[in-house]
Nanobody, 115 residues
Framework: QVQLVESGGGLVQAGASLGLSCAAS????????MRWYRQAPGQQRELVAT???????NYPNSVKGRFTITRDDVKNTVSLQMNSLKPDDTAVYYC?????????WGQGTQVTVSS
């Protein structure tokens, strides 16, 4: 099992920056990918950032150039730095850990961007 706890959400104005953090604990050696997802009301959960064990990152076009995912393997944390935020970025953001055959999720943290 892997336990994930997110922090850092909040209310910001459009154009501002915000950082999210995810603390991982448990059997973290099984984790291959760490990801951030988001889900806006009435919409499907959307992948916004991925980082693997080598530090390779991937982003969808909707956030590329604005969001940055990093990992600290000493502190067992994964962070998401979000810049130039837009109202469309408003959602609950979830930390995800993917092993070979399982997904683990955090409880989510709300990010609200006002126009």
């Amino acid at each position: 099992q892997v336990q994930l706890v997110e922090s850092g959400g909040g209310l910001v104005q459009a154009g501002a920056s915000l950082g999210l953090s995810c603390a991982a604990s448990g059997n973290i050696d099984i984790v291959i990918y760490m990801r951030w997802y988001r889900q806006a009301p009435g919409q499907q959960r959307e992948l916004v950032a991925t980082i693997d064990t080598h530090g390779t990152t991937n982003y969808p076009n909707s956030v590329k150039g604005r969001f940055t995912i990093t990992r600290d393997d000493v502190k067992n944390t994964v962070s998401l730095q979000m810049n130039s935020l837009k109202p469309d970025d408003t959602a609950v953001y979830y930390c995800n850990a993917r092993s070979r055959d399982r997904n683990f999720w955090g409880q989510g943290t709300q990010v609200t961007v006002s126009s």
